[in-house]
C-alpha cells in the first residue's frame, strides 16, 4: 500500500514534454508559473505544433524525436493519445533512467500500466501513471492554460515497482500546481471513470448522432436551449482522444452501457405504462441525489 510523503518538489534542470497539445503544453505552462523548472524541451508528432509551442513560450527547445526530449531530462510528462503511451514508451526506454521521474497524463490507467510493465523493465521504478481531472472541449497547443491543473484532483495510479521517491516527487509535483492529489490502484481508476466520464462523453455523442441523423434533426436543434447546450457541451470534444480512451477501458464502460441502457429501458417502460407513480418516484430520486451531490472545481474535467 503506498502513502504519499511530504516530499517538496524539486527545482528541474530540464523537463522534457512528449506531445505539446493542450495537456502537455498546460503542463510546461504551469510549471514555469510555479517556477519548477529551468528548461523545457518538447516534442510532438507533428513539427508544427512543436513549432507552435516554441513560438508561444510553452517550450525553450523543440526537438525532433521524443527520444531527444529525454535526454538529459530530470521529469519527462507523457502527453500523448492513451494508444500512443505504448510506442512512446518503446521509443525513449533506452534513456529512462533510474534517478528520472516520468508521467503520463492519459484518462486510462490499466492499459498504460500494462504498457509500462511490457516495456520498461527495470526502470518501470521511475514511472508514475497519473490522470489530472483537467481538460477543455478545445485541445492544441493555442488553447494551453497555465491555470488548467489549479484546484483539480490528480489521481495516481503506481505500480507495485514504482518507487516511493518517485511516487512522493510525483505528489509533490502535482500539489505545488495546486492539485489535490489522489492514490489508487489503476483498476479502481478505470472503473470509477467509466461512470463519470467516459459513459457521460459517449451518450453526448450519441445523442448529437441520433439527432443528426433524422429527417428533421437539424430543425430540432434550431430550438434547442441552454440545457441541450450544457448536455452536448463535451459532444464537442477531440474525437480521437475519446475514440482512444472508448477503446482502451472498452470492458468498464461496457459494463457501464450496460447499466445505463438497464436504468433507461425501465424508464422507457414507465412512460410506455403510463405510470405516472413510479416515473414520478424515479424522477424524484434522481433529482434528490443531483442535489445531494455537489461538484468541486478540483473534480471538473472538460
Known sequence: ????????????????????????????????????????????????????ALKMGVIDVEVASALQAVSGSNLVLLAVPVSATEPTLKAIKHLVTADMLLMDVGST??????????????????????????????????????????????????????????????QAVWTALGCQVKVMPPEAHDAAFAAVSHLPH??????????????????????????????????????????????ANRIQLTNQIDQFKQTLNVLSSLIANDDSASLTSALAKASYERSQWKLADKNQEN
Open 109 to 170: 490507467k490499466q492499459d498504460v500500466v500494462d504498457a509500462a510493465r511490457r516495456i520498461l523493465g527495470t526502470m518501470l521504478g521511475s514511472f508514475v501513471p497519473a490522470h489530472p481531472i483537467a481538460g477543455k472541449e478545445l485541445s492544441g497547443v493555442e488553447h494551453a492554460d497555465g491555470n488548467l491543473y489549479t484546484g483539480r484532483q490528480v489521481i495516481l495510479t503506481p505500480t507495485a515497482k514504482t518507487k516511493v521517491a518517485q511516487l512522493n516527487q510525483a
Open 1 to 52: 500500500m503506498f502513502k504519499l510523503g511530504k516530499t517538496k518538489p524539486v527545482m528541474f534542470e530540464q523537463i522534457g514534454i512528449i506531445g505539446c497539445g493542450l495537456m502537455g503544453s498546460s503542463f510546461a505552462l504551469a510549471m514555469k508559473k510555479a517556477g519548477l523548472v529551468k528548461r523545457i524541451v518538447g516534442y510532438s508528432k507533428s513539427p508544427t505544433t512543436t513549432a507552435k
Open 202 to 247: 459517449l451518450l453526448a455523442f450519441a445523442l448529437m448522432n441520433s439527432i443528426t441523423s433524422q429527417e428533421k434533426g437539424e430543425a430540432f436543434l434550431d430550438l434547442a436551449g441552454t440545457g441541450f447546450r450544457d448536455f452536448t457541451r463535451i459532444a464537442a470534444s477531440d474525437p480521437k482522444m475519446w475514440h482512444d480512451i472508448f477503446l
